[in-house]
C-alpha cells in the first residue's frame, strides 16, 4: 500500500485463456478483468502477474498473505475457509470428461461414468475445483497427483498411456490443449459437461477490507455493464 494507492499482488498458473504467456508477459481473460478494473477505481494497482507458478503454490501464497488475489478460480470448502470469496462470477466454466478417440463410452452424466466402476480411473488437476469436485464423487476412481504450472501436456500423455481412462478438466482448457498439441484424432470431449460452476476472485483474509469493498463494488459495475460477459465471450469461455 503507497499513500492513497493500493498495490495488490497477483500470482498467475498457465490456464489459457485466463492466463497465458505471450512474448513473456502474461494475458488473457482474467487480466483484462484486472485492467478493466483500475479503469473504474485508480486506488488499485495490480502486479505480479508475469510471476507463475503452481495453482497450489499461488492458492497457499494468497492464504499466507504472501500475495493478495488467487483470480478466477472456482469454489472449494477449503477456499471459503481460508479465503474471501467476492460472490460475483466472473464467468461461468464447463467441466468436461476426455477420453482417447477409440474408446466407444458414452457418458451423459455423473450416474454414466459412476457405472463403470472400477474401469473409469479418471485423471485431473491437483488443486483445481474440478479435482476437488471428482474426488468426492462415489463409485469414481481418481488419480490427482499431477500439480505445476504446465500441466496439460503431462496429462495428455498419461490418458494417451492409459495412465486414466478419462481426463477431467475445464471445456476451454480441453479445447486449447486439443488444438496446441495436436491432439485432434487421438482424443475426444465427451459432452454434455458433468459439472457446471462459476469463478470468482478470491482474496486473502489479510487484505484490508476496504480493498476487498473496492474490488468487489468495481466487479458489481462491471457486471451490470456487460463487460464480463462481453470479455467471456471475447475469450470464446463457455
Known sequence: MFANNYILRVPTFESKPKFYKENGKVKGLCIDVLSEIEKIEP???????????????????????EADIFLCNGETERRNIQLKKINIPIFQAQSVLVARAEDSVEIKNLQ???????????LSWKGTEQNSWIITKSKVMTDSGISGTNNMERLFQMLLTNRGR????????????????????KVKILF?????????FWISRKVPEEVFQLIEKALTKLKSKKVLSQLAKKYNIN
Request: proline share 5%; charged share 25%; aromatic share 10%.
Open 112 to 122: 454414466d461414468l459412476q457405472t463403470l466402476y472400477p474401469n473409469n480411473l479418471v
Open 43 to 65: 486506488k488499485l494497482k495490480f502486479t505480479g502477474m508475469d510471476e507463475q507458478s503452481s495453482i497450489i503454490q499461488i492458492e497457499k501464497k494468497v492464504t499466507d498473505g
Open 166 to 185: 478419462f481426463l477431467f478438466v475445464q471445456k476451454y482448457t480441453a479445447l486449447n490443449s486439443i488444438k496446441e498439441l495436436n491432439l485432434e484424432k
Open 192 to 200: 454434455p459437461p458433468l459439472s457446471v460452476s462459476n469463478r470468482y
